[in-house]
Structure formats: structure tokens, C-alpha cells
């Protein structure tokens, strides 16, 4: 395995070592002074300042790894008229307008964040950026325009190039490509069908994508903001959702992304990115992160290669079967797909109450209350089932199976949360102002729009969450080795800072020392890290294997002014592992804070009730860990109650409920007691492993 | 069209994104079907084409528009002709992945197909018209005129003396933001309650007296605060999102060398001393030199973009059925 699968703290400085030299490279290309420390502990791969803030025990970075604007089509339907430039300058401050707009092009509503967001990636639907000839359009100044391939296509037309701004001559130059005037079988001839071998394509809307996110990016050394290249490869076959969000580490991308029109199934995805990425152009690195296992009918994360589910029949033509998974295939998912969205606009993919699941907790924002087949007005789609693995935490436990089986964990994934918007408006997470801007445009842009019962885009729909990074500094090559290493988590939106440790040796008082962060990284792996039987003492012969400890430390949302923080409740640790039968089990420790702490809410007002905690801090340790079982485990770090933004809305809509007849037909769900009142906002770490063979 | 409020609702569903009828709405729009190699057919914009998007506009924003705003729209329905028509008069519409995918899927969507080979769908979508009136093949040829246009040629790439001017005039844009590295003692609101402010005065008078610690131990007057009792270099932003909003205005005011507070953050109070302050400054030239570029070029590709839109209004006879409008 690679040096991003191997465990505790020496690998990572082995690592850093290991990259030392070509940091050092990139140090001296750049316009400023290192900062305090002798190296850079990841790899430089562009060229820009280092950061002021730089900091070699990690900052936290709040940020959004989904968001659409009007390059999307679902956007654009809706009314939204934004481009990335526009979504990135909203996650830096500034107001957007949204739809509805007038006739004049005035914005019925705008939206600001109350807090800028750290970073931000636009991940538009790339399967309807559309195409461009570049044999055909000198302007683009791209150097395939003098390619053999362009050469040979335009000496078959046997005509000049025409003039770019000369309609009629490239009217005729296409006329002469699609056979209205020379012989159509002359062109196939030399160049196939539709001559498809003599093209060299390009896509505007990639190019616009890319070039909006430098405009945004920050390589001064304040590193104030972060942009990715990024798209959303979008494969909804037979309506489960299977989406990946494609993220790029830099500049350096590959001519045309890889859309669902390319690649059906998420394989073929990964293989394009190994080579138009990862062997093709020097510097490219890129990961997926796949979102709403939720809506994926349990198949975003079955332990299969080439997975089209089944298809209601009758349909044609029936789809390949998928194929056993291998040990080669769960090591490229492993190693291109570190992370997965476990909450976002379209319900919380944790896990589900009474799906190989008993935890409370787990009824958070879901989706499955209503039956998905509301949503799909075609009547030859049978009931959509709910499969164990639509939800992360047991996909995380089939990892543990598969790890078993194969030696490789394909599912060992680190959490984020986001908003999936389609308004353009990256990190809108408030719960008190989704009711007026929702993410859909038009579409959930009213009242009625908001509480219908429909699942996706009705009362069902949240405001989303945000990604977390822990890096070193607000630069690309921090931020994308934090994501891969997965040291990052997922937030339902607000802002609470959450460390997260295991090790073995943590001393009780690990909270009490002024080093805290300094012991806990030393002796120990942060979230998103492996721990190995390596990183314990040995026992003594015939005595009791040392147990892991993990360190949680979590400090309330600051709040904003005029908007501070719901105080903590608790923290938790949820524990999945592997049994001496080879089944799998999870089971949740509260490790700090209070359950019962008597905290609520007042519905009518939405005031909350009760004091919480400001930080907490806590090192646990698994009394009843076992060496030789395979297991992982995930901090989930729980406030306050708070009202739930459709709360909020029926209020505002004096919507009375003792009165059955005076509430308005389309505002029933303000009265469905199968809605919930409150949501506890929270988060969930990237869980550590515990692997018992190295 | 008659659907159910059902279906109409769940035509703003995003979960089917490849589901999308929405090509049905517009396959009768009669402005939608203008053909290909018809380029010097002048350029109409039906009366009823204006009033759909005007009722559609209405119906979003509960009032009726101004005539000075019909105009507006006007114009932006002429735009967004021309663009696209200029599209189909380059071939932008033939041989595209996306158009021919999006066709091939709203043909199967309709369920009109007897076979699932991609040329017969293609065809059929041909011959349904499905090119000239998707809404989503619209969009993406408009896109891809939209930003071909802005494409600026090589020779027109910005200039060092271009970037430089430019960067004068934007250079507060990139005004780098004042630092500070500080120490704090920490006292707990949880743990502390009612004492809060009382114990956190007395370790300040200690803390300014002359048996106060050593700097490295002044920690230890206070609680436990595991994220650490050093911030180097922080920003504004950062300090909010650490300790909130209070305590990164009282930092940033600090003045250095001292021992200030009580400052009050989510957590309780703190004690601050500042150990260096760097002021706020405009960073180098180079420091922004890609960003300026990128900059530079989106705010000539718009100008351009208009530039060629008054063109096309030239080189494409524009007929305008509606009242409000006055040619020229």
C-alpha cells in the first residue's frame, strides 16, 4: 500500500521526508520566505505564496465541496443565472441576487453569508458543458488547432479555415463536413463517421470553470480563499443516484472532463481520470467524493464492480451484470474516493433508524419517511427500497468485510457534509434563512413550494452542512492532502471545531495539558488516520493487549454577532468493528457531555431553553476492544436543540394547527407530526481505523 | 398542457436530472424552430413568444412589468436569439456529446423509440424537432457561443504594462489583511460560572504584578484550553472562527507586549498579551500576478461579448412583434 495507507505519525513524517526534496523545489519558485519551520509537510505542486498562517498542527478551513450555478441545466430550468465566478465571490462575502427575476433582470431576493467560507468548489453538471471543434475554431488558441489530426480534417474539407466571425464560411465549411456538398462516404472515409477520428474537442464551459476559479483563488500569501477545479459526474441510472464530485488538486486538469455521456458506470470514471489525469499530465492529481448514498437505492456503495442496478422491466436493453469486486478494484475506489458526503440538501446519509441501525440519532434529516415513488410521476417504477448500503456508517462496516475478504478496504472513506445548492450559493446553511432562499431557484423559492410533502425539494429538504479541513495552511496542496489523507469532517451547517485523535498510550489527562494537540498528533493518528497493532506497546507475555484511546475535543459554534452559537450537548464515539464470526457491529458511547442536560426549545418562539456546554474535551478508551478485530471509529459531536428551519417558516406563516380547517391546503406539513419540530445541528468526524494486520 | 399539479411540481424536482420533460413544454415555441442554414432569415421574436416569457415573469414576481422593463426583456430574448443563431450558423449544434445525449435521453424519456441504438434516437429526436426546441440544447448552444465570443484571440492577451495598470486599479482588492501572534489565559464560563469575572480580573493583577509568572507558565493561572494557548499569525477571519467576533476585535486592537482583558469569547474569558502585530499591507505584483490575468481577460470577454452582440443586431435583421418595442 501506498504511503497515504499507512499508519500513525512516523509514516507521516516519513512521507513528509519523502517529499521534502521537491517541496524544497517549490520553495524556491516562490515569491516569499518559507515559513518558521524547515520544510513544507506536503507537496508544493504550483506556484504561488507560502501562507502567513501556516501552521504545522492544522487550522480548521470551513468550506463547500458542492455547489452548482447556472452552467448546471437543473439550475438554469430553475431561473439561476450565475456562473462560478458569481457562487465563488458569494462564499467571500458578497450578496447574490436570485430568481425569480424581473423583466428588467433584478433579483426578487438576495442571499449573503453572514460568515465567508474558507473554500469553495463549483461542481457543475458536466454532462451538458457542451463540446467545440478546435479544429474549427482558431480562436480558442489551443494547440490541438495545429494538430495532425486538425490538419488532416481540414485537408479533406480541401477548404482554408474560415474566418471565425464569417458565419457563412463556416456555414459552408460544416456544410462540407456533414456531406451537403462533397460525398459524405469521401469524409467518413479519412475521418469516420461524423468525422469523430479527426476531431479534437474542447469544452468552453470546462475552460470557463477553470479559469473563474483562479480569478478566485488566492496565491498571495494572505490565503484567503481556496478554489478547486471541479465538476459533478452525474449517473442516475433507473433513478439511483450514484453521483461523484471530481475534484482536481490544481491547475493542471485534463482537457475535457469525464461525464456520465462518457462513462456509465463509476469505473470507467476512475480508469479516465488514471489516465487523463493521473498518467497523462505531469502534476494532476484528483480525487471523487461520491453524495446522497441515500437516494442511491443501496447501490452507491455495493461491494461490486461495474454496478447498474436493476432496472424496473420492462426496459431495454437490459444492463451488463456487475462483477465481483477485487482486491485491484477496491484498491483504485480506495485510492481515488477518500471521502464521502454524509449529510447535504437532499437528507443526511449516516445511517437510518431500524437499517442494521438502532441509534437514535439516526433519525436525522431523512429522506426515507416518504416513500421515494412520489417522486417519479411514471407508474412502471416499482416501490424503491431503502438498501443497508444507501447509508455511510454501513458502508463503513462492509469495508470492514471486504478489508477481511480482500486485504484492501475499498469503503475507507473520511466524512464531509454540503449543500449541494443550485443557487450558486456555496455554504447557505442557515436554518433561519433557507426559508427565503432554498437552493433550487424558482423552484423552492415560495412557501408552498418548501412545505410540499415531496421528498427531495419539499418539507424533506435541509439547508445542508459544510466541509471542514484540517491543513496546514488555506492552499490547494494543503487542503487536497488533508482531504485525501482525510483529516477533515462533516458539519449539518454550523461551526463547531472538532479534534479528533486515537492512539495508544494517551495518558487520562490528555485534556488537561497545555500541549494537548501537540501529544494527541505525536503519540497518535487524527481522524481519518489507521491505527496497526505496531503503534501499541507489546504486552507482556500472557498479559492483556493495551486498548486504544481516543481524544475528542469539540468547542461550540462562536456564533456571529447577532447569531451566536447553540451550546454543545455532547460528544459521541460510534464504534463499528468486525466479530469473531465475521459479522459486523456498531455501537455509540456517549464520552462527554450531558444527554440529559435538559436543553430544549420553545416552538412557538423558537428561543431555546437550557444551558449546554461551550467545550468539551474527553479521552476514551474501548474497554472492549480486541486486537484481532477489525474496527473503526467516528466521533459525532451533538449541540443543543435548535427549531428546525420549517419550524421557523410555519410560525412566520402563523400557520394554527389546534385548527385543522384554517390551515391552507398547501401548508398541511406545517400540522404532520411525522415532521420533526427541533434538529439537533451536529458533527461527525473522519472515523480511525483499527487494522489488526499492518 | 393539462399535468397533474403533481407532476408539475415534480418537474422542479432536481432528483431526476436526466429525466427532465421539460423539452415537451417547449416543442410547440414556434420562435424555437429556426432551421439551420437559414441564417440570413431575419430574426423574429413572436408577440406570443414575448408574452409567455412576460406571463412566466409575472407569475414569479406577483406584478406587472413596466414597459421600461418589457424592453429590457426584450432585449435579452433578442440576445439570446442571436446567440443562437449565430451557434447553429457555426455548426456549434452538430457533433456535440451533450446535445446528442441529451436528445438520445429525452427520446427515450418520451418513450417513443423502438430500439436503443444511440443514430436511431438521434434521428428520431431529428425528426421530433427535439434539437430546436429542448431547452437544455438551447442553453448549451447559447454557452457555447456566449463564451466563444469572449475568447479573446492571442495577440490580445494582456500586456505586463496591461496587468500592471490593472493592478493599480484594483490593487485594494488584494489588500492583505493585519496579523497578530498572541498568548492567552483562559477562564471558563462552564466551570467558572458565577466567580467568572472575578478570577479572571485577579490573575490580570498578577499576571501586570512583579511575581507574575514566566510568560511560557502564564497558562496555568487559568483552565485548561486544549486547542492551545498560542495563535501565530492570525487574521481577522481566523480569529473569528476560532474565538468569535469579541475577541477578534479586542486581539486586533491589543496593543502588544501587554497583558489586556478580560476578553470575552463563546468559551468564557480570556487574558490576552499580543506578541506581534504585522499591519494590514497591498501585496507584490507578482503575488497576484495569475489572478489579475484571469481577471483581466473575464472583464474584456465581457466587453467583447457586448460588442459582438451589437454586431449580430447589424448583421441579422431583427423583427420585433410587440408594441412596446422600437426598432433602433
Given at each position: 500500500?501506498?504511503?497515504?495507507?499507512?499508519?500513525?505519525?512516523?509514516?507521516?513524517?516519513?512521507?513528509?521526508?519523502?517529499?521534502?526534496?521537491?517541496?524544497?523545489?517549490?520553495?524556491?519558485?516562490?515569491?516569499?520566505?518559507?515559513?518558521?519551520?524547515?520544510?513544507?509537510?506536503?507537496?508544493?505542486?504550483?506556484?504561488?505564496?507560502?501562507?502567513?498562517?501556516?501552521?504545522?498542527?492544522?487550522?480548521?478551513?470551513?468550506?463547500?465541496?458542492?455547489?452548482h450555478t447556472g452552467y448546471s441545466f437543473?439550475a438554469i430550468?430553475?431561473?439561476t443565472r450565475t456562473e462560478p465566478r458569481d457562487a465563488y465571490a458569494?462564499?467571500?462575502?458578497?450578496?447574490l441576487?436570485?430568481?425569480?427575476?424581473?423583466?428588467?433582470g433584478?433579483?426578487?431576493?438576495?442571499?449573503?453569508?453572514?460568515?465567508?467560507?474558507?473554500?469553495?468548489?463549483v461542481?457543475d453538471?458536466a454532462?451538458t458543458f457542451g463540446e467545440v471543434d478546435i479544429c474549427t475554431n482558431p480562436e480558442l488558441q489551443l494547440p490541438g488547432f495545429?494538430?495532425?489530426?486538425?490538419?488532416?480534417?481540414?485537408?479533406?474539407?480541401?477548404?482554408?479555415v474560415p474566418n471565425a466571425g464569417d458565419a457563412?464560411g463556416a456555414?459552408?465549411?460544416?456544410?462540407?463536413?456533414?456531406?451537403?456538398?462533397?460525398?459524405?462516404?469521401?469524409?467518413?472515409?479519412?475521418?469516420?463517421?461524423?468525422?469523430?477520428?479527426?476531431?479534437q474537442r474542447a469544452s468552453l464551459v470546462w475552460r470557463a470553470t477553470q479559469a473563474q476559479a483562479e480569478e478566485f483563488y488566492?496565491?498571495?500569501?494572505?490565503?484567503?480563499?481556496?478554489t478547486?477545479v471541479?465538476y459533478?459526474?452525474?449517473?442516475?441510472?433507473?433513478?439511483?443516484?450514484?453521483?461523484?464530485?471530481?475534484?482536481?488538486?490544481?491547475a493542471?486538469v485534463?482537457d475535457l472532463p469525464?461525464?456520465?455521456?462518457?462513462?456509465?458506470?463509476?469505473?470507467?470514471?476512475?480508469?479516465?481520470?488514471?489516465?487523463?489525469?493521473?498518467?497523462?499530465?505531469?502534476?494532476?492529481?484528483?480525487?471523487?467524493?461520491?453524495?446522497?448514498?441515500?437516494?442511491?437505492?443501496?447501490?452507491?456503495?455495493?461491494?461490486?464492480?461495474?454496478?447498474?442496478?436493476?432496472?424496473?422491466?420492462?426496459?431495454?436493453?437490459?444492463?451488463?451484470?456487475?462483477?465481483?469486486?477485487?482486491?485491484?478494484?477496491?484498491?483504485?475506489?480506495?485510492?481515488?474516493?477518500?471521502?464521502?458526503?454524509?449529510?447535504?440538501?437532499?437528507?443526511?446519509?449516516?445511517?437510518?433508524?431500524?437499517?442494521?441501525?438502532?441509534?437514535?440519532?439516526?433519525?436525522?434529516?431523512?429522506?426515507?419517511?416518504?416513500?421515494?415513488?412520489?417522486?417519479?410521476?411514471?407508474?412502471?417504477?416499482?416501490?424503491?427500497?431503502?438498501?443497508?448500503?444507501?447509508?455511510?456508517?454501513?458502508?463503513?462496516?462492509?469495508?470492514?468485510?471486504?478489508?477481511?475478504?480482500?486485504?484492501?478496504?475499498?469503503?475507507?472513506?473520511?466524512?464531509?457534509?454540503?449543500?449541494?445548492?443550485?443557487?450558486g450559493?456555496?455554504?447557505?446553511?442557515?436554518?433561519?434563512?433557507?426559508?427565503?432562499?432554498?437552493?433550487?431557484?424558482?423552484?423552492?423559492?415560495?412557501?408552498?413550494?418548501?412545505?410540499?410533502?415531496?421528498?427531495?425539494?419539499?418539507?424533506?429538504?435541509?439547508?445542508?452542512?459544510?466541509?471542514?479541513?484540517?491543513?496546514?495552511?488555506?492552499?490547494?496542496?494543503?487542503?487536497?492532502?488533508?482531504?485525501?489523507?482525510?483529516?477533515?469532517?462533516?458539519?449539518?451547517?454550523?461551526?463547531?471545531?472538532?479534534?479528533?485523535?486515537?492512539?495508544?498510550?494517551?495518558?487520562?489527562?490528555?485534556?488537561?495539558?497545555?500541549?494537548?494537540?501537540?501529544?494527541?498528533?505525536?503519540?497518535?493518528?487524527?481522524?481519518?488516520?489507521?491505527?496497526?497493532?505496531?503503534?501499541?506497546?507489546?504486552?507482556?507475555?500472557?498479559?492483556?493487549?493495551?486498548?486504544?484511546?481516543?481524544?475528542?475535543?469539540?468547542?461550540?459554534?462562536?456564533?456571529?454577532?447577532?447569531?451566536?452559537?447553540?451550546?454543545?450537548?455532547?460528544?459521541?464515539?460510534?464504534?463499528?468493528?468486525?466479530?469473531?464470526?465475521?459479522?459486523?457491529?456498531?455501537?455509540?458511547?456517549?464520552?462527554?457531555?450531558?444527554?440529559?442536560?435538559?436543553?430544549?426549545?420553545?416552538?412557538?418562539?423558537?428561543?431555546?431553553?437550557?444551558?449546554?456546554?461551550?467545550?468539551?474535551?474527553?479521552?476514551?478508551?474501548?474497554?472492549?476492544?480486541?486486537?484481532?478485530?477489525?474496527?473503526?471509529?467516528?466521533?459525532?459531536?451533538?449541540?443543543?436543540?435548535?427549531?428546525?428551519?420549517?419550524?421557523?417558516?410555519?410560525?412566520?406563516?402563523?400557520?394554527?394547527?389546534?385548527?385543522?380547517?384554517?390551515?391552507?391546503?398547501?401548508?398541511?406539513?406545517?400540522?404532520?407530526?411525522?415532521?420533526?419540530?427541533?434538529?439537533?445541528?451536529?458533527?461527525?468526524?473522519?472515523?480511525?481505523?483499527?487494522?489488526?494486520?499492518? | 398542457?393539462?399535468?397533474?399539479?403533481?407532476?408539475?411540481?415534480?418537474?422542479?424536482?432536481?432528483?431526476?436530472?436526466?429525466?427532465?420533460?421539460?423539452?415537451?413544454?417547449?416543442?410547440?415555441?414556434?420562435?424555437?424552430?429556426?432551421?439551420?442554414?437559414?441564417e440570413?432569415?431575419?430574426v423574429?421574436?413572436?408577440?406570443?413568444?414575448?408574452?409567455?416569457?412576460?406571463?412566466?415573469?409575472?407569475?414569479?414576481?406577483?406584478?406587472?412589468?413596466?414597459?421600461?422593463?418589457?424592453?429590457?426583456?426584450?432585449d435579452r430574448l433578442i440576445d439570446e436569439e442571436l446567440l443562437l443563431r449565430e451557434a447553429r450558423a457555426r455548426g456549434l449544434d452538430?457533433?456535440d456529446?451533450s446535445i446528442?445525449?441529451?436528445?438520445?435521453?429525452?427520446?427515450?424519456?418520451?418513450?417513443?423509440?423502438?430500439?436503443?441504438?444511440?443514430?436511431?434516437?438521434?434521428?428520431?429526436?431529428?425528426?421530433?424537432?427535439?434539437?430546436?426546441?429542448?431547452?437544455v440544447v438551447r442553453r448549451i448552444l447559447m454557452e457555447k457561443m456566449r463564451l466563444l465570443t469572449m475568447t479573446a484571440p492571442p495577440e490580445e492577451a494582456p500586456s505586463?504594462?496591461e496587468l500592471?495598470?490593472f493592478?493599480?486599479r484594483t490593487?485594494?482588492?488584494?489588500?492583505?489583511?493585519?496579523?497578530?501572534?498572541?498568548?492567552?489565559?483562559?477562564?471558563?464560563?462552564?466551570?467558572?460560572?458565577?466567580?467568572?469575572?472575578?478570577?479572571?480580573?485577579?490573575?490580570?493583577?498578577?499576571?501586570?504584578?512583579?511575581?507574575?509568572?514566566?510568560?511560557?507558565?502564564?497558562?496555568?493561572?487559568?483552565?485548561?484550553?486544549?486547542?492551545?494557548?498560542?495563535?501565530?499569525?492570525?487574521?481577522?477571519?481566523?480569529?473569528?472562527?476560532?474565538?468569535?467576533?469579541?475577541?477578534?476585535?479586542?486581539?486586533?486592537?491589543?496593543?502588544?507586549?501587554?497583558?489586556?482583558?478580560?476578553?470575552?469569547?463563546?468559551?468564557?474569558?480570556?487574558?490576552?498579551?499580543?506578541?506581534?502585530?504585522?499591519?494590514?499591507?497591498?501585496?507584490?505584483?507578482?503575488?497576484?500576478?495569475s489572478t489579475l490575468k484571469a481577471r483581466l481577460e473575464a472583464e474584456r470577454g465581457k466587453a467583447r461579448l457586448q460588442q459582438a452582440l451589437r454586431e449580430l443586431r447589424v448583421r441579422y435583421?431583427?423583427?420585433?412583434?410587440?408594441?412596446?418595442?422600437?426598432?433602433?
Amino acid at each position: 500500500m501506498s504511503e497515504r495507507e499507512a499508519t500513525g505519525t512516523r509514516s507521516r513524517r516519513h512521507a513528509a521526508r519523502a517529499t521534502l526534496a521537491l517541496a524544497s523545489l517549490a520553495l524556491v519558485l516562490t515569491a516569499q520566505s518559507c515559513p518558521e519551520e524547515t520544510g513544507l509537510p506536503f507537496e508544493r505542486t504550483e506556484l504561488r505564496d507560502d501562507c502567513e498562517e501556516f501552521n504545522r498542527l492544522r487550522n480548521p478551513y470551513f468550506g463547500e465541496t458542492h455547489a452548482h450555478t447556472g452552467y448546471s441545466f437543473d439550475a438554469i430550468v430553475n431561473g439561476t443565472r450565475t456562473e462560478p465566478r458569481d457562487a465563488y465571490a458569494f462564499a467571500r462575502g458578497e450578496p447574490l441576487g436570485l430568481p425569480p427575476f424581473d423583466a428588467a433582470g433584478n433579483p426578487g431576493r438576495v442571499a449573503e453569508l453572514r460568515r465567508p467560507l474558507d473554500f469553495a468548489i463549483v461542481t457543475d453538471h458536466a454532462e451538458t458543458f457542451g463540446e467545440v471543434d478546435i479544429c474549427t475554431n482558431p480562436e480558442l488558441q489551443l494547440p490541438g488547432f495545429d494538430s495532425d489530426e486538425c490538419e488532416r480534417m481540414r485537408g479533406a474539407i480541401g477548404t482554408a479555415v474560415p474566418n471565425a466571425g464569417d458565419a457563412t464560411g463556416a456555414t459552408a465549411f460544416f456544410g462540407l463536413l456533414y456531406g451537403f456538398i462533397l460525398d459524405p462516404q469521401h469524409i467518413e472515409s479519412i475521418c469516420g463517421v461524423d468525422g469523430e477520428d479527426c476531431r479534437q474537442r474542447a469544452s468552453l464551459v470546462w475552460r470557463a470553470t477553470q479559469a473563474q476559479a483562479e480569478e478566485f483563488y488566492d496565491r498571495s500569501a494572505a490565503c484567503s480563499f481556496t478554489t478547486f477545479v471541479g465538476y459533478e459526474w452525474t449517473a442516475t441510472p433507473y433513478v439511483a443516484n450514484l453521483h461523484r464530485n471530481v475534484i482536481f488538486r490544481n491547475a493542471r486538469v485534463p482537457d475535457l472532463p469525464t461525464s456520465y455521456v462518457e462513462a456509465t458506470v463509476v469505473e470507467d470514471l476512475w480508469q479516465a481520470l488514471e489516465q487523463d489525469c493521473l498518467a497523462e499530465i505531469e502534476g494532476c492529481d484528483v480525487l471523487t467524493i461520491p453524495h446522497n448514498s441515500n437516494v442511491s437505492l443501496g447501490w452507491m456503495f455495493a461491494p461490486e464492480s461495474r454496478v447498474l442496478p436493476d432496472p424496473p422491466a420492462p426496459i431495454f436493453p437490459p444492463p451488463p451484470p456487475s462483477l465481483p469486486l477485487t482486491a485491484e478494484a477496491a484498491a483504485q475506489r480506495a485510492a481515488l474516493e477518500p471521502l464521502v458526503e454524509i449529510t447535504q440538501h437532499k437528507g443526511d446519509s449516516e445511517c437510518a433508524p431500524g437499517i442494521l441501525s438502532n441509534d437514535e440519532q439516526c433519525g436525522y434529516e431523512k429522506l426515507s419517511r416518504l416513500d421515494l415513488r412520489n417522486t417519479i410521476p411514471v407508474s412502471r417504477f416499482p416501490s424503491l427500497p431503502f438498501g443497508p448500503l444507501a447509508f455511510v456508517r454501513n458502508a463503513l462496516k462492509e469495508g470492514l468485510v471486504q478489508e477481511e475478504r480482500l486485504g484492501v478496504n475499498p469503503f475507507q472513506l473520511g466524512l464531509i457534509g454540503s449543500t449541494d445548492t443550485h443557487n450558486g450559493t456555496p455554504g447557505a446553511v442557515r436554518e433561519d434563512d433557507y426559508t427565503g432562499l432554498g437552493h433550487l431557484g424558482t423552484a423552492d423559492a415560495t412557501p408552498a413550494f418548501q412545505l410540499t410533502p415531496l421528498p427531495i425539494g419539499g418539507v424533506e429538504a435541509n439547508p445542508g452542512g459544510l466541509a471542514v479541513v484540517w491543513a496546514e495552511e488555506n492552499s490547494r496542496d494543503a487542503l487536497f492532502e488533508a482531504m485525501r489523507r482525510r483529516e477533515v469532517y462533516g458539519t449539518s451547517g454550523t461551526r463547531p471545531i472538532v479534534r479528533f485523535f486515537g492512539g495508544f498510550g494517551y495518558s487520562s489527562d490528555l485534556c488537561q495539558l497545555p500541549d494537548f494537540v501537540e501529544h494527541a498528533d505525536r503519540d497518535g493518528v487524527p481522524m481519518g488516520g489507521v491505527l496497526t497493532p505496531a503503534d501499541a506497546a507489546v504486552p507482556e507475555p500472557g498479559g492483556p493487549a493495551e486498548k486504544p484511546r481516543f481524544a475528542a475535543l469539540a468547542l461550540m459554534d462562536p456564533g456571529a454577532p447577532g447569531a451566536p452559537g447553540t451550546p454543545l450537548q455532547r460528544i459521541q464515539i460510534v464504534k463499528g468493528w468486525l466479530d469473531a464470526n465475521g459479522d459486523t457491529q456498531e455501537q455509540v458511547f456517549d464520552v462527554a457531555g450531558n444527554p440529559l442536560n435538559g436543553a430544549n426549545v420553545d416552538l412557538a418562539t423558537c428561543e431555546p431553553q437550557g444551558s449546554g456546554f461551550e467545550l468539551l474535551c474527553s479521552v476514551w478508551e474501548d474497554a472492549a476492544f480486541d486486537p484481532d478485530q477489525r474496527a473503526f471509529y467516528y466521533a459525532r459531536v451533538l449541540e443543543n436543540p435548535t427549531c428546525r428551519w420549517s419550524t421557523r417558516l410555519c410560525n412566520e406563516l402563523q400557520v394554527d394547527c389546534s385548527d385543522p380547517a384554517s390551515v391552507p391546503s398547501e401548508y398541511t406539513t406545517c400540522c404532520d407530526g411525522s415532521v420533526p419540530k427541533t434538529i439537533q445541528e451536529r458533527a461527525w468526524t473522519s472515523p480511525i481505523w483499527y487494522r489488526p494486520d499492518g | 398542457m393539462g399535468s397533474p399539479p403533481r407532476t408539475h411540481r415534480w418537474l422542479r424536482a432536481p432528483a431526476l436530472h436526466f429525466l427532465l420533460i421539460g423539452a415537451v413544454l417547449y416543442a410547440f415555441d414556434p420562435a424555437a424552430r429556426i432551421g439551420w442554414g437559414e441564417e440570413r432569415e431575419p430574426v423574429v421574436i413572436a408577440a406570443d413568444r414575448i408574452e409567455g416569457a412576460l406571463r412566466e415573469i409575472e407569475g414569479q414576481t406577483g406584478r406587472a412589468a413596466t414597459p421600461g422593463e418589457v424592453s429590457f426583456l426584450i432585449d435579452r430574448l433578442i440576445d439570446e436569439e442571436l446567440l443562437l443563431r449565430e451557434a447553429r450558423a457555426r455548426g456549434l449544434d452538430r457533433g456535440d456529446r451533450s446535445i446528442r445525449f441529451r436528445l438520445a435521453e429525452n427520446v427515450r424519456f418520451l418513450g417513443v423509440a423502438e430500439d436503443d441504438d444511440p443514430a436511431a434516437l438521434e434521428r428520431l429526436a431529428l425528426e421530433l424537432g427535439l434539437d430546436r426546441s429542448d431547452p437544455v440544447v438551447r442553453r448549451i448552444l447559447m454557452e457555447k457561443m456566449r463564451l466563444l465570443t469572449m475568447t479573446a484571440p492571442p495577440e490580445e492577451a494582456p500586456s505586463e504594462a496591461e496587468l500592471r495598470s490593472f493592478f493599480e486599479r484594483t490593487a485594494e482588492t488584494y489588500r492583505q489583511p493585519a496579523r497578530v501572534t498572541l498568548q492567552h489565559v483562559f477562564f471558563a464560563a462552564g466551570t467558572r460560572r458565577g466567580s467568572l469575572a472575578e478570577d479572571a480580573a485577579q490573575a490580570l493583577a498578577q499576571l501586570e504584578s512583579a511575581d507574575a509568572p514566566p510568560p511560557a507558565q502564564a497558562w496555568r493561572l487559568g483552565d485548561p484550553f486544549p486547542p492551545g494557548y498560542r495563535v501565530r499569525l492570525a487574521s481577522r477571519r481566523s480569529l473569528e472562527t476560532r474565538f468569535g467576533t469579541d475577541f477578534a476585535e479586542a486581539a486586533l486592537a491589543a496593543e502588544p507586549g501587554r497583558w489586556t482583558g478580560p476578553v470575552r469569547s463563546a468559551y468564557g474569558l480570556h487574558l490576552v498579551q499580543v506578541e506581534e502585530q504585522r499591519p494590514s499591507h497591498l501585496p507584490a505584483f507578482e503575488s497576484v500576478r495569475s489572478t489579475l490575468k484571469a481577471r483581466l481577460e473575464a472583464e474584456r470577454g465581457k466587453a467583447r461579448l457586448q460588442q459582438a452582440l451589437r454586431e449580430l443586431r447589424v448583421r441579422y435583421d431583427v423583427r420585433v412583434e410587440h408594441p412596446a418595442w422600437r426598432a433602433g
